[in-house]
């Protein structure tokens, strides 16, 4: 079974300022996809950053980049010049035959 | 703008009842997920539905059950409602071969009394 691990329940940063979030999964799996998850206060679940297991380049989406170390099964969200509206709960999120397995999640506030 | 809608946005059903929830994929995509989401947690796995067969379930028992039509659309009922079913209930759809990218709609939350 895969599980997903996000160790930081909250975080704060303040606004243009650079922020990372940590995860860390688990599985036996060779060839599988992560991803990052935002859902503001809306509920609306917005697809962030996707990483492919199989390439080692990093994924980067504009100010959102990850830090995928896939021995250590780790896969980090940055973000850069953090901006209000990046204020959200973040989810990582593991895919292996199309079932998305979501951590717990961390509520990240960006400060005026 | 995921093009994946729900519907109703909100429900209120009581104890045993019985309820159903609606989701328009987007189109072209012939797999639709279903998530449940309690109160401060992450969305967990209910099942997946492929070209209208279930593709696969997570741990949740024969009374949570679903339909995917041809049109891309899918239904969640969900029988003999409990009080553990107030959740947030989330629509994913994908397209196979698309790097397993799966795009949400709003969701529907529903509160039993």
């Known amino acids: 079974a895969q599980t997903v691990t996000q160790s930081q329940p909250e975080m704060s940063v303040q606004e243009a300022e650079t922020v990372t979030l940590s995860c860390t999964y688990d599985?036996?799996?060779?060839?599988?996809?992560l991803f990052w998850y935002k859902q503001p206060p809306s509920r609306q679940m917005i697809l962030v950053i996707r990483?492919?297991?199989?390439?080692?380049q990093n994924a980067t989406e504009n100010r959102f980049s990850v830090n995928f170390q896939k021995a250590a099964k780790s896969f980090s969200l940055k973000i850069s010049d953090s901006q209000l509206g990046d204020t959200a709960m973040y989810f990582c999120?593991?895919?292996?035959?199309?079932?998305?397995?979501f951590g717990s999640g961390t509520q990240l506030t960006v400060l005026p | 703008e995921t093009g994946v809608t729900q519907s109703p946005t909100h429900l209120i059903k009581t104890r045993g009842q019985q309820v159903t929830l609606r989701c328009s994929s987007q189109s072209g995509h012939n797999t639709v997920s279903w998530y449940q989401q309690a109160l401060g947690q992450g969305p967990q796995f209910i099942f997946q539905?492929?070209?209208?067969?279930?593709?696969g379930r997570g741990n949740f028992p024969p009374r949570f059950s679903g339909l995917q039509f041809p049109n891309y659309s899918s239904e969640l009922n969900v029988n003999a409602l409990e009080l553990d079913d107030s959740a947030l209930y989330l629509c994913a759809s994908s397209l196979v071969g698309e790097k397993e990218t799966q795009y949400f709609g709003p969701g529907t939350r529903l509160l039993v009394l």
């Open positions: 599985t036996s799996e060779n060839n599988y996809y």
């Open positions: 539905y492929y070209r209208e067969e279930e593709n």
């Open positions: 999120a593991f895919v292996w035959a199309r079932q998305l397995t």
């Open positions: 990483q492919e297991a199989y390439k080692q």
